[in-house]
């Protein structure tokens, strides 16, 4: 599964970055790498505004 950053409620605190095991999070703009990206979900659950979520294609 990967994952995205809503850009309206992110707040660039860092949290997710910090906890990417696989450093698939850009600093500055986040936004996730979905070619690093393994879906393990640490981002997710770093999040205090829930700003990262699954992607689900249209």
């Not at 600093?27 to 505004?49: F, N, Q, R």
């Amino acid at each position: 599964m990967i994952y995205i950053i809503s850009e309206q409620d992110c707040v660039p605190c860092g949290l997710c970055a910090d906890v990417c095991p696989v450093n698939a999070i850009g600093m500055g703009i986040y936004k996730i790498d979905p070619e690093v990206c393994t879906g393990c979900g640490e981002c997710a659950d770093s999040c205090p505004l829930q700003a990262i979520r699954p992607y689900e294609p249209d």
